[in-house]
Structure formats: C-alpha cells, structure tokens
C-alpha cells in the first residue's frame, strides 16, 4: 500500500469498515468455529477493498461486497486447511447471525480483543485489526512499529485468545465494570495516539476518529454505565478541535487556536453526553475529564477561561485518579489561578515520579520563564527536547517552549 492522503473513497471504506469489520469477525468466528480463520478472512477482504475500491471505485453495497469476500476468503481458508468437509456442513446452515445484530457483535469482539489476559500492547493491535477493520500496514505506520513486529505481536493474541478459551461475548453484569475499564482505556490509548499523531506519516485513517466512534458504540451498547458515556463525552470535545490543532503540520497550543475552526455542534453533543452519564449519579475519571475539557471548548477564548472552575475539577479528578500525569495538568490549572511561584512548588514535588516525562520539564521551563529564572528553564527546555519522541511536539518545543506551556489543553 502507498503512502497517501484519505480520498472520499478511502472515507466511504473507513465508514464501512467501522460498521462491518467488526461483526462480520464475529459472524464468521461463530459460523466457522475459527477465530484466526474468521479474522484473516475479514483482513483479505479488507486488503482486497483497499485496492479494488481504489482502482475501480467503491461497491453500490460497500457493506455485502465486504460481507461476500470475506465470506469466500473464510471457505478458502477451509479448503485449504483440509478442514472443508466437516466444517462445511456446519457452514450451510443458516444462522440468526446473519440477520446481524452489529452493535452486539461489535461490543463481544471488543471485550475479547481487550480481555485482561492480552498483552496491553496486543490489546489495542488487535482491537484496531478485528474490530476497526485496520490493515496491518496501517496499525504498524500509526504506532512506528515494523510491520513484522507488529504482525507478531497479533498472531501471539489471537493465539492467547484460542489457547485461553476466551470467548466472544460481553461478560455478564458481574465482571462487566471491571472488564469496561479495561475496553475503555484501549479506546481511550486509540484516541489519543491518533490524536498526537495526526501529522505522523503516512497516515491513511483517522484513528482518533475510530475512536470517537467506538466509544459512541460502547455508550450505546451499555447505556447504564457511566463511564461508557463519560468517555464517549470526552472524545467527542476533544476531536471537535482537530482542525485547529495543526497549522501547516505544527501543532498549535489550545492558547493559540483559531476557536472558530472548532466544530461546536460536535462540542454541544458532547456537552449532551456529559449530560446523560451524569444522570446516572456514578462520577469517574472519564467523566471529570470530560467535564474539564467542555469548559475549555466553550470558553471565549484562553484568558476567558474559567480556571477556577478547571482547577477545581481537577482536585475532584485527583480523587478518582491520583495519577503524577493528572497533578501535573492540575498544577497548569491551578498556576492561572494562583500565579507560578505558588505553582511551581507543587510541580517540584512531581519531580520524581514524572522524570522521564517531557511535558513535565516543558511545565517546568514555562513557570520557570515566568518568574525570570531563564538559565533554569533553558535547561528544563532542553530535558523536555531530548524525552519527546514525537516531531510535531519537538518542532513546537524548539520554537516556542519558551514562552507557552505545552501541558494542559494541548
């Protein structure tokens, strides 16, 4: 597959993918009786729709077209695997699963691929494969990864979900908070890589968009978890700001976006979803964050912001996640509060624990800068250059670091 750009063709089968890749895994794994068989056959139809729809437009039926070859892959795979006669007669029978219940299909994938037995690596490369519709190719471009790695690291987990036992099915209401957590922080990791990287190389899907509708898919799926829709919420502010956060392939610090690039219906939806998790009285980390992020997107503009309000969502946040990363993005907040001397005692006490984070050394340089300790924050810049791994934060950090801050709102 070459480099390129999504065209509206590559939209339409993104758009399928999303819908079909991930059910059609799991009719198949229960028709066939395969789970690997189930997935490389969805992965072959996959591949062959990337050059085919390319070449010759895409199918008046995206959805059946996609259906049909992963279908005939799967009998490929069984003749081949000399299995044909016994698993044939299984296949001729009809079955409900046909009719395609997807949501169900889609959330039973989801909770096998992120089963707490699965590598937290493997988690997410499988999730992207099996239940996004993501070519290998493309998972491994959008994490760095060689390709043969990342192909390894798949085939070890479906081979762990077979040897295991682990079953496509939502877990029931016993073990389903417990196991959500885990679903969740897979699309919560997706998110945000897409998000980090969406200037990265040749970046042919938008992942933080596959997660935004992933999360929608959980929400809806599970509409008396909170968390779920908490989630769906932060999401769904959060990419409404993609368009203002790259100009010319540099990220642009929320301070400095362009407020009218933001996409405020998407913005008002989420404000909805915040609405519907907080009617269910079970506040979490996602939902906080949510909450956090919709002041800022209906803030006028970066001095309008109401801090205070930020600040204080954040002490609430620390109680549900005492993490060193959420203390620090408290301190940012608390900073245009408070002022930096008083902020830049609570980062020192973060020193230890985030020393080998860079946006804790870019916090650093900019409360430094501000109480005129230059020679200091040159040096904290410095730090923060060597730890980044990502160009888009290391073009930023080289030019402006030392005059905005890189943490909270980036």
Not at 136 to 147: D, K, W
Request: glycine letters at 4%; one cysteine or more.
């Amino acid at each position: 597959m070459t480099s390129r750009r999504p065209t509206t063709t590559d939209d339409l089968l993104a758009r399928t993918l999303r819908e079909e890749a991930g059910p059609l895994v799991a009719r198949l794994s229960r028709r066939f009786g395969d789970f690997d068989l189930a997935e490389e056959s969805v992965q072959g139809a996959v591949v062959e729709a990337l050059t085919s729809w390319r070449r010759d437009g895409p199918p008046q039926r995206p959805g059946a077209w996609l259906q049909v070859a992963a279908t005939r892959n799967a009998m490929d795979g069984m003749r081949h695997r000399d299995r044909q006669r016994a698993l044939a007669a299984r296949a001729d029978v009809p079955t409900t699963d046909e009719a395609g219940e997807g949501t169900d299909d889609r959330l039973a994938l989801l909770f096998a691929c992120c089963h707490p037995a699965l590598a937290p690596d493997a988690r997410l490369a499988l999730t992207l494969r099996a239940v996004v519709g993501l070519t290998t190719p493309q998972i491994a471009r959008a994490f760095l990864v060689h390709e043969s790695t990342l192909a390894q690291r798949i085939v070890r987990a479906k081979r762990k979900i077979v040897s295991a036992g682990i079953a496509l099915t939502v877990p029931p209401q016993a073990d389903l908070t417990s196991r959500l957590t885990d679903v969740l922080a897979v699309v919560y990791v997706m998110f945000n890589e897409g998000f980090v990287s969406s200037t990265g190389p040749a970046q042919d899907r938008d992942l933080a968009a596959d997660a935004v509708w992933l999360a929608d898919v959980i929400a809806t799926s599970l509409p008396d978890e909170a968390e779920a829709w908490g989630l769906a919420a932060l999401l769904t502010i959060q990419h409404a700001r993609g368009r203002a956060r790259f100009a010319d392939g540099d990220l642009v610090l929320l301070r400095d976006q362009d407020r009218d690039l933001w996409d405020h219906d998407a913005i008002a939806a989420g404000e909805r979803l915040i609405e519907r998790a907080a009617s269910l009285r079970q506040p979490g980390r996602y939902q906080l964050q949510a909450a956090i992020a919709a002041v800022h997107a209906t803030a006028a503009s970066w001095a309008e912001t109401d801090w205070l309000q930020i600040s204080l969502l954040y002490e609430e946040l620390s109680r549900h996640d005492p993490s060193p990363v959420v203390r620090l993005n408290h301190v940012v907040a608390h900073a245009q509060v408070v002022g930096p001397v008083d902020a830049l005692a609570r980062l020192e006490t973060l020193a230890e624990p985030l020393a080998e984070y860079h946006l804790f050394h870019a916090t650093r340089a900019e409360l430094l800068t501000s109480v005129g300790r230059d020679d200091e924050a040159a040096a904290a810049n410095r730090r923060a250059l060597e730890l980044t791994a990502n160009d888009a934060e290391r073009r930023l950090l080289t030019t402006r670091l030392h005059r905005r801050p890189l943490s909270d709102g980036s």
